[in-house]
């Protein structure tokens, strides 16, 4: 660092406020673009990376499916689709899960029926979400019970009216107070409640903290007035044999359902890796959709800082033309347009990773406030790449015209019109 | 003694590979302490002239002797240390730094020295020499036109040269800021500085001892001033 060029960048920075403004702008905004895209792509991975903590490993779901014949009727459309909630599929039963049970491979396996009832507590009343599992779903699901126990298959047989709640709602229900063998009313019934669960915070498709997790048969029976399952979910020893266990699952269920022809089926088996594929896209697809905008962001900025640069230096010529009749050697004029360039674009690139850093953690707090599992990270390599680019932009640019202008006789150089 | 020596100069400008000749054999020698006034008409060579006698531009051919000393193999390096401590130039539109102050625009030659020290003390001397001392701290565009040349003199001054040049220097000025202008360098010649003056206007040039008129590239004539102007150094400014 030279104390005599450092002065002179100094004073030609301030001589130059508009150029000084804009190629920073231009700088930061670039900069804080890249780290921003960079950031929120961290972020959206971390989000769909819990969601596929969610699934569980060695899972399999078995889903609903309005079969194709049927579907064609209903909409004329060819092929089956995963059924909605507008058309339901009511074959998933008891027996379907106690089949499945035990054919080999098989861990644990589990149907779940999904409801929602006004349930009260003292003063405290909430239109909660009614999660209805066997209790073969606790030996699978990753959900952690702080407080009480599980409910039992003794329990989930009996029909009892027994819950375990969510760390939300058990929270908005009891706040301090031991929710543990105390009394709620959902709908019309009467429930002990016998556990809570950890807080999950993973938001995304359903929130597991503000449901209420009740026996399954107590669910379909008492609540509901039906007998069927939503979906199934079944663990596996082995995840590598997964196609096969696949084919024999489909096998009973065919049977149990009385299809034939597969193309009736109305059920589809998605193992972990089917499910993971879909995920995997997802991100895939966004890691290069992040990557291509945080190149275009880099090369808008960079052709900006760039025609600043350039601009501002040409119609400097004159002053150079000046600087170099009054002794200015061409080294001079270089080292001066190189300091300002350096000073630039490093104000530039640390209000830029600032802003950029700032930004990012506004829009994971924003995330997190909508209940996304998103966590903010500020990725290295993109504060790394952008404040590199754009250095070597502003530096480049700033001095091949000033070198070229110091080239000028000083005549040439005074005379300049840009 | 010659301060400065021209044989045969010729420039000849090239655009594009249209030659334009501007100026042709030029043979002159302007000795140390001589006030020197170029004339001549619109586009005769005057400017041309003196950019290269201020090595602010290269003959095409000829001989350049500057206090004594061949100038034909002077590198970049070596004539812009000639150009900062030997020369002061003054242009007619002033060429001040925008948005600088008076005091910085002066001090601007001292800092391509890389003479750090005394700085401040030594604009400042100048700028006095000139009747600016009351506005070391005015920015460039605070002050009027005739006192932007006289800054521009003291910016010439600061490095005491052995010559300065002046092209124009009252062209962009009143009659009395042009006087005071031409006052300050009659005192300057006086004290012992080479000046040469480049103008079209014949009053002007009849400050200086010497008149030398350039018609179509060539030196025309050369004579002494017999009756010299002398610009009575007004009590300069306010
Ligand atoms: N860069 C250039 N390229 C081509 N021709 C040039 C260039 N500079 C000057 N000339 C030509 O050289 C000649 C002399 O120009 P110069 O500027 O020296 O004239 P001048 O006597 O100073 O005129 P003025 O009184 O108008 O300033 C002119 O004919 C001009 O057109
Ligand atoms: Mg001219």
Do not use: C
Request: no cysteine; proline share 3%; aromatic share 8%.
């Amino acid at each position: 660092m030279n104390k005599f060029y450092y002065l002179q960048a100094i004073k030609g920075l301030r001589r130059n406020p508009s150029r000084t403004l804009l190629t920073t702008l231009g700088i930061v905004i670039g900069i804080a673009t890249v780290i921003l895209v960079l950031s929120a792509g961290a972020g959206f991975k971390s989000y769909i990376n819990a969601q596929i903590e969610e699934f569980g490993s060695n899972t399999v779901t078995i889903e609903t499916r309005i079969p194709a014949s049927t579907k064609q009727r209903a909409q004329g459309a060819e092929g089956g689709d995963t059924a909605g909630v507008a058309v339901p599929i009511t074959t998933l039963k008891k027996r379907d899960v106690v089949d499945i049970a035990r054919l080999p491979n098989i861990a644990g396996v589990y149907g779940a029926s999904i409801g929602q009832a006004i349930s009260v507590y003292r003063d405290v009343s909430k239109n909660a979400f009614l999660f209805g599992a066997d209790a073969s779903r606790f030996a699978i699901d990753r959900g952690v019970i702080t407080k009480g126990r599980a409910y039992s298959e003794q329990e989930d047989r009996a029909l009892a009216q027994v819950a375990v709640l969510g760390n939300d709602i058990a929270q908005s229900f009891f706040g301090e107070e031991d929710p543990i063998g105390k009394t709620i009313r959902i709908g019309a019934l009467n429930f002990e409640v016998v556990g809570v669960y950890a807080r999950r915070g993973s938001g995304g498709f359903s929130n597991d903290d503000e449901q209420i997790f009740i026996p399954a048969s107590t669910l379909q029976r008492k609540i509901l007035g039906t007998d069927y399952y939503f979906y199934l979910v079944a663990s596996l020893v082995d995840n590598t044999r997964s196609q096969v266990t696949k084919l024999s699952m489909e096998d009973v269920l065919r049977q149990n359902h009385q299809v034939v022809d597969p193309v009736k089926d109305d059920f589809v088996i998605k193992t972990q890796d089917e499910n993971l594929s879909t995920f995997n896209t997802i991100l895939s697809a966004t890691t290069f959709l992040l990557i291509a905008i945080a190149t275009i962001s880099l090369i808008v900025g960079g052709v900006g800082v760039m025609n600043i640069m350039y601009v501002v230096v040409t119609e400097r010529i004159s002053e150079v033309g000046l600087k170099k009749a009054l002794g200015a050697k061409n080294r001079d004029i270089l080292y001066e347009f190189l300091y300002e360039a350096i000073i630039l674009t490093l104000l530039g690139g640390i209000l830029g990773i600032i802003l950029g850093t700032f930004l990012s953690f506004v829009v994971a707090q924003v995330a997190n406030a909508f209940g996304f599992a998103w966590k903010f990270s500020v990725p290295l390599i993109g504060i790394v790449i952008s404040v590199g680019v754009s250095t070597a932009i502003g530096v480049i640019f700033g001095v091949f015209p000033a070198r070229n202008a110091a080239r000028l006789s000083p005549i040439e150089a005074l005379r300049y019109e840009p | 003694m010659a301060l400065i020596e021209i044989k045969k100069v010729d420039k000849i400008y090239n655009n594009e590979g249209v030659a334009t000749s501007a100026l042709h054999d030029i043979n002159l020698t302007i000795n140390e302490g001589e006030f020197v006034a170029i004339m001549g008409p619109s586009g005769s060579g005057k400017s041309t002239l003196m950019h290269i006698l201020g090595f602010l531009d290269r003959p095409t051919n000829g001989e350049y002797l500057f206090e004594g000393k061949n100038t034909e193999k002077f590198d970049d390096e070596k004539l812009a240390d000639i150009r900062n401590r030997r020369i002061g130039f003054v242009f007619q539109s002033f060429n001040l730094l925008p948005r600088t102050s008076v005091l910085d625009n002066v001090a601007l030659p001292l800092l391509y020295s890389k003479n750090l020290k005394n700085q401040e003390e030594r604009a400042k001397e100048a700028l006095a020499s000139v009747g600016l001392a009351h506005r070391v701290n005015f920015m460039s565009n605070q002050i009027s036109g005739g006192q932007k040349q006289r800054v521009a003199i003291a910016r010439a001054l600061v490095n005491n040269p052995a010559v300065i040049f002046a092209d124009e220097p009252t062209g962009n000025l009143d009659s009395k800021s042009g006087t005071v202008v031409m006052g300050i360098l009659q005192r300057l010649n006086n004290e012992g500085k080479t000046i040469i003056l480049v103008t079209h206007d014949r009053t002007t040039a009849e400050h200086a001892d010497r008149i030398i008129t350039i018609r179509d590239g060539e030196i025309n004539t050369d004579e002494k001033v017999h009756n010299k102007h002398i610009a009575k150094e007004v009590k300069i400014d306010e």
